[in-house]
T-cell receptor, first 112, second 112 residues
């Protein structure tokens, strides 16, 4: 039982490059979400999903795309990376209607 | 949307002293208020939470209080220990728990 697995742990991109942060969970949690963590700003919700095929925007969705084709996976795509997207990204899962967030270990992204 | 403010941003206490971290929220519909602890380089983990129908909740050395009228809630840690050193985040959410709005974090340093 791996819980929530994020890959990669570290990534360096150049401005304009694209990449996908992967998030996989084996807990059969319905809800999944992506947060970014920046110094002095806490965690901010990027996108979330309440089940396969359903996604919605959070506080800071611009520049990011998501899809949820399976219960297990919730990838976050950066289509054209910008230095402002340098951050630590956390994937989180929840049981439907439950309140506890289970976080992945995080992915540190640097955009030069 | 919801706005959660957290103070102080840093807090330094002597081992054995108490620590208090305060948060305010703006949306009166928010009804669930968790606190997460994040140790250096680790993922956030839930330490205590409170719902809006409760004024106070305790778990050993930690407690959370909620004042719905004033829209603020606080984390209290008694008899602090060096292992309490971490960043603490408050958050607010509504019934569906799809979205969590986090405070900016408090870095607690417990000096031995």
């Amino acid at each position: 039982n791996a819980g929530v697995t994020q890959t990669p742990k570290f990534q360096v991109l150049k401005t304009g490059q694209s990449m996908t942060l992967q998030c996989a969970q084996d807990m059969n949690h319905e809800y999944m979400s992506w947060y970014r963590q920046d110094p002095g700003m806490g965690l901010r919700l990027i996108h979330y999903s309440v089940g396969a095929g359903i996604t919605d925007q959070g506080e800071v969705p611009n520049g990011y795309n998501v899809s949820r084709s399976t219960t297990e996976d919730f990838p976050l795509r950066l289509l054209s990376a910008a230095p402002s997207q340098t951050s630590v990204y956390f994937c989180a899962t929840q049981v439907s209607g439950a309140n506890v967030l289970t976080f992945g270990a995080g992915s540190r992204l640097t955009v030069l | 949307g919801e706005n959660v403010e957290q103070h102080p941003s840093t807090l330094s206490v002597q081992e054995g002293d108490s620590a208090v971290i305060k948060c305010t929220y703006s949306d009166s519909a928010s009804n669930y208020f968790p606190w997460y602890k994040q140790e250096l380089g680790k993922r956030p983990q839930l330490i205590i939470d409170i719902r809006s129908n409760v004024g106070e909740k305790k778990d050993q050395r930690i407690a959370v209080t909620l004042n719905k009228t004033a829209k603020h809630f606080s984390l209290h840690i008694t008899e602090t220990q060096p292992e309490d050193s971490a960043v603490y985040f408050c958050a607010a959410s509504k019934d569906n728990f799809n979205k969590f709005y986090f405070g900016s974090g408090t870095k607690l340093n417990v000096k031995p």
